[in-house]
């Protein structure tokens, strides 16, 4: 029975699952009346179905699986769920899908089912739309509008038996992809947008294609609405960039549902006094629709327009306008007055019910206006409205201002100067000016604004007046003293410009009671001087002018201003910016004198053509045969002169001497070359002199050396004993015919005995001797000489012996110092006789013996005889020291 209720439970499940049977009751009989639409310009397809009328009951959670297909190969391209619970009360429902693949490259087919949970209908039967053919190359979609920075695909549908060959976008060669049997697709992206004319997308040939118009979808923003006339409103708003879409595709606007014939802005006709109201604006174009919302009270949004037909007059001008809206007669507003006065403005606001006239103060007589009003409301102000058209007006003349009148001073004439008025200064037309000068009276005319005054005596004052005329009168007089006695010299100061200009600084005049004038011209030029006015208590001032030079000197005086004639006070000089010399110093000359001195002498640059102030000259000298070697002299002095250069060796220089500024090194003098020769004369004093202090030295030490001979002589060649034979050092003969030498022991003493090597081959060292005697086979009596070298070195005890070939005998045990003398062979002849003495001579061609500090043995070998006489040589051996 178990078995047979599960086998029955399958069964029951799967019939359900195949006859779409959800919960007991409902029957997914999927959906019924589908239709298939299709909008080729945008590429959609819409789909439309309904319920079964016939089903009991809908489950509150159906949903519709839709797919679309490729027909040919029924490859699926989209597929999606359609929730259709917001829908179940009509029973009808809609769904649509844009695809990407244009429609016409292939044919697309559309399947609906029902699905409850995990219940599903069966598809319902496919609805297909059918692709395009055609016998030549044809690109789809036509006329596409496609936003910027996004992918599009294009498609291109051959004609029976054609070959594709290429598929090309504005002129670039594209990849493709084949989709079926003739119909071949690309994608391209978007990246910039196209010209107002549109991109040309074309397949195999220019004569086959469409084309296509990239832009961006509208970008509106900030919509305000107002009113200007109080019977409608005015909205507008900021475009944002531009869709780069013309034509059909450019955007169009409507304001609360209704067209607007602008693209900036939109009127529409309203009451004024229903209080806020919404106002929505919407933008469309292909690619996109925009909506722009405002709210406002227009009662409190009012704008005003411009005023009409201003006006004005007369000095105190009074300006007048009309208002285009007779509401405006009954507002309380705010008006703004504008004057523009010879590029400069000047506003002043005033304020009233319906305000249509106003009364400007203060203007300067004889002054050209252009004057220009704006309104706004003063209880709900909003914004100011817009100006009105200017309107020029002129005012009448008054009488000019005072002059400002100053002197320039040369000999006996005075010029007396005067600045002209400027049109704020004037009041009108200057008709001409009048100078009055003691009893006599001149009138000039402008543009003079000068007049000398020549021949004055020096011991007599003059106090000038000078006033300017216009139609409306004379000015003020300006009154002047001219000083009784010409200027004292004043010391000038040096300064140094910044900017264009002078910073002054002075001390204080106890005579100043009216402050100071500052005047200025070039210091080495003739000119016409300028002149400020500082007033009393201050004692600095900025000297600016438009007449300011770079690289010329200028002087500037400082006049104290007492209640009689000026008093100068102080002077400045200086350069408002200093300029390297352009003016070569002149006249370089370079003369040798002596055997190492060149006197250098040069003429300066002359003050007018200086354009620095010179701190000193820099004299540079090279020696020509090595051009690396330059060297300076540096001339702290601003007045040059002839200048002394020593050490100079003898040789070739080449010369150049430069103004040292505070900008640099300028005014660089033309090459002087000069050859250095030497100085015969001077030559010979030399010599003699130093000639004569090697006499006088040598003479002194002479006398030094005389007085003291003892002394230098021993410690330079103390004496030397001569050897000394005595009988009794000679033995008897031995039964072999030898004798014996003895020696007696004495006193060591600082003499060591040194012997020489016999050049000649005749001599034997024999080192294996040891102790020896010395032998005569040849006579009776042995001959021997011994010469002592004179020794500077402290030496150990020897042994001293004479030996045949075959034995030795001891002969003395010595110690001491002596001074070596290496340079001389033992080379001594013997005479027959014991008693006569032998004589020696020393060979300076020998070389020495082994080291005289070590303890030696000195051995003898037989006398030889040659065609010289006789021979003998001997060795220094290494021995420890004898005891006493």
């Known amino acids: 029975m178990l078995v047979f209720l599960l086998w029955a439970s399958l069964f029951l499940s799967s019939l359900q699952e195949q006859n779409g049977q959800d919960a007991p009751g409902v029957l997914l009989s999927g959906p019924q009346n589908v239709s298939v639409n299709y909008d080729l310009k945008d590429q959609r397809i819409s789909v439309t179905w309904e319920d079964d009328p016939s089903s009991s009951r809908v489950p509150d959670k159906l949903i519709y699986d839709v797919e679309v297909l490729l027909t040919v190969n029924m490859t699926e391209v989209h597929s999606e769920a359609v929730d259709v619970r917001q829908a179940l009360a009509s029973r009808k429902y809609h769904w649509s899908w844009t695809s990407a693949l244009p429609l016409e490259c292939t044919s697309h087919s559309v399947r609906l089912r029902s699905r409850y949970q995990n219940y599903t209908s069966q598809w319902s039967p496919l609805l297909t739309i059918t692709g395009r053919a055609s016998s030549h190359p044809q690109v789809f979609p036509k006329s596409s509008v496609v936003q910027v920075d996004s992918n599009f695909t294009f498609c291109c549908i051959l004609g029976p038996g054609q070959r594709l060959e290429y598929m090309k976008y504005n002129n670039i060669l594209m990849n493709t992809t084949h989709i079926i049997d003739q119909s071949y697709a690309m994608v391209v992206h978007m990246q910039s947008p196209s010209p107002p004319s549109c991109i040309n997308v074309y397949c195999n040939s220019p004569l086959y294609g469409t084309c296509v118009y990239v832009g961006y979808p509208p970008g509106d923003r900030n919509l305000v609405c107002e009113t200007r006339d109080l019977e409608s409103v005015e909205c507008h708003w900021d475009t944002g960039r531009a869709t780069n879409l013309t034509k059909q595709r450019m955007t169009r606007y409507d304001l609360n549902g209704r067209a607007c014939p602008n693209r900036t802005n939109c009127y529409q006709t309203v009451r004024v006094d229903q209080g806020e109201r919404n106002w929505t604006l919407t933008a469309r174009n292909p690619l996109g629709t925009l909506e722009l919302r405002d709210t406002a009270d227009l009662k409190k949004r009012v704008r005003l327009l411009a005023p009409m037909e201003v006006v004005a007059s ?275 000359a370079a003369e040798q004198h002596g055997l190492d001195t060149v006197l250098i002498s040069w003429t300066a640059i002359p003050p007018e053509n200086q354009t620095a102030f010179i701190h000193g000259y820099i004299i540079y000298y090279l020696d020509t045969s090595h051009p690396s070697s330059t060297r300076t002299f540096n001339v702290t002095t601003v007045e040059p002169g002839a200048k002394n250069l020593t050490g100079i060796p003898v040789s070739s220089y080449r010369f150049i001497v430069k103004a040292l500024t505070s900008v640099g090194e300028g005014g660089d003098s033309s090459p002087v070359f000069l050859q250095m020769n030497p100085q015969t004369d001077q030559l010979i004093t030399v010599m003699i002199i130093s000639l004569g202090s090697a006499a006088c030295l040598l003479a002194l030490v002479t006398i030094l050396c005389y007085r003291n001979w003892k002394c230098v002589k021993e410690n330079l060649y103390p004496k030397i004993p001569k050897p000394v034979w005595k009988e009794e050092w000679l033995t008897p003969l031995e039964s072999n015919g030898r004798q014996i030498l003895y020696v007696d022991p004495c006193q060591p003493s600082e003499i060591d005995i040194v012997c020489n090597r016999e050049q000649s081959g005749e001599a034997v060292l024999d080192n294996n001797a040891g102790k020896g005697a010395l032998t005569n086979t040849n006579s009776d009596v042995p001959a021997l000489h011994v010469y002592y070298n004179q020794l500077l070195t402290k030496t150990t005890l020897g042994h001293f012996t004479f030996s045949p070939h075959t034995m030795a005998t001891p002969f003395s045990q010595l110690s001491g110092t002596v001074i070596q003398n290496p340079s001389y062979n033992l080379e001594v002849q013997a005479s027959l006789d014991m008693g006569q003495s032998v004589g020696y001579e020393p060979d300076m061609n020998s070389f020495s013996c082994p080291n005289p500090e070590l303890h030696n043995t000195m051995s003898y070998v037989p006398f030889e005889t040659d065609s010289r006489g006789y021979k003998f040589q001997c060795h220094i051996e290494d021995s420890s020291p004898l005891q006493e």
């Open 314 to 588: 007369g000095v105190n001008a009074s300006v007048q306008w009309q208002w285009e809206r007779p509401q405006y007669h009954i507002l309380l507003m705010v008006c703004q007055v504008q004057l523009n006065h010879s590029g400069h403005i000047d506003v002043r606001n005033f304020s009233g019910i319906g305000l249509r006239s106003v009364v400007l103060h203060g203007l300067a007589p004889a002054q050209t206006y252009t004057v220009q009003v704006c309104c706004g409301l003063k209880q709900h102000f909003w914004k100011w409205g817009d100006w009105s058209k200017g309107s020029t007006f002129k005012t009448e003349e008054d009488i000019p201002e005072m002059l400002d009148v100053w002197m320039q001073i040369e000999g006996n004439q005075t010029m007396i100067l005067w600045k002209p008025l400027t049109v704020n200064q004037s009041h009108g037309q200057i008709k001409d000016y009048e100078v009055t000068w003691g009893r006599q009276e001149t009138i000039l005319h402008p543009p003079q604004n000068d007049f000398l005054i020549s021949d004055r005596s020096t011991d007599e004052g003059h106090r000038v007046t000078v006033t300017a005329k216009n139609s409306a009168g004379s000015s003020l007089p300006s009154i002047i003293i001219i000083p009784r006695l010409p200027h004292r010299s004043k010391s000038s100061m040096k300064i140094v410009g910044s900017d264009g200009g002078f910073n002054l600084s002075w001390s204080a005049s106890p005579n100043s009671s009216c402050g100071y004038v500052v005047d200025w011209c070039p210091t080495h030029k003739k000119c016409r001087v300028e002149w400020v006015k500082v007033p009393a208590g201050i004692t600095r001032a900025r000297i600016q002018s438009a007449s300011f030079e770079e690289g010329v000197r200028y002087t500037l005086s400082i006049f104290a201003c007492t209640p009689g004639a000026p008093e100068l006070w102080e002077r400045r000089e200086g350069y408002v910016k200093e300029c390297l010399p352009k003016e070569p110093i002149q006249r370089l």
